[in-house]
């Protein structure tokens, strides 16, 4: 068990270029979050998964903003024509069922400029 | 709607003293409690979490925290600091079915 993982950690970008990051749950791990953290600020909830089923999306994401979870494995947060208000780092997590421990992966810091 | 207020943006204490760390949360259901720490660019690791049964819970690195459902709290602490805890603390709760909702944080810094 490797933990959740998260890929590129770090990512600079122009502004509105596409930026992709990836997790990986832990395995066997059903539920998949994705958080946004600001410096200063708490994890933002951003929208979660049960399996491949989009559960819930905040209202913080907007359409530029889109997570898919095919097979219910991984995870891709994709972020179109970034805005410099994007830099930020983004969460994932996963559990195992509901009210379960959740476990964070290392986040992907992103950049826009 | 539910919330997690920290009130404590910044706590500072000398190394050996005790620290609490305060956590107030509004939730419409029964809430299940977290803490998390998370140290300078690093995702958040889990220090302990309240689901039911007792109401005060041992968490990891010699931390507890005490649930008191008439405060609506759920007070993080420790009896005496070390210089590595210097970092972010998170208050957290959800309920089944529901996402984690997290408060903004409380920074501690310890004088050495």
């Known amino acids: 068990d490797t933990g959740v993982s998260q890929d590129p950690r770090h990512k600079i970008t122009k502004r509105g270029q596409n930026v992709t990051f990836r997790c990986d749950p832990i395995s066997e791990h059903n539920r998949l979050y994705w958080y946004r953290q600001t410096l200063g600020q708490g994890p933002e909830f951003l929208t979660y998964?049960?399996?491949?089923?989009?559960?819930?999306k905040s209202r913080l994401l907007s359409d530029r903003f889109s997570a898919e979870r095919p097979k219910g494995s991984f995870s891709t947060l994709e972020i179109q024509r970034t805005e410099q208000g994007d830099s930020a780092m983004y969460l994932c997590a996963s559990s195992l069922g509901v009210v379960n421990t959740i476990y964070f992966g290392e986040g992907s810091w992103l950049t826009v400029v | 709607a539910q919330s997690v207020t920290q009130p404590d943006i910044h706590i500072t204490v000398s190394e050996g003293a005790s620290l609490e760390l305060r956590c107030n949360y509004s939730?419409?259901?029964?809430?299940?409690l977290f803490w998390y720490v998370q140290s300078p660019g690093q995702g958040l690791q889990l220090l302990l979490k309240?689901?039911?049964?007792?109401?005060l819970v041992q968490g990891i690195k010699g931390f507890e925290a005490e649930f008191k459902r008439s405060q609506s709290s759920f007070n993080l602490r420790k009896p005496s600091v070390h210089w590595s805890d210097a970092a972010e603390y998170f208050c957290?709760?959800?309920?089944?079915?529901?996402?984690?909702?997290f408060g903004k944080g409380t920074r501690l810094h310890i004088l050495p």
């Open positions: 309240y689901f039911s049964g007792d109401t």
């Open positions: 957290a709760v959800t309920n089944r079915d529901d996402k984690i909702i």
């Open positions: 998964f049960q399996n491949e089923a989009q559960l819930e």
């Open positions: 939730y419409g259901a029964t809430p299940y």
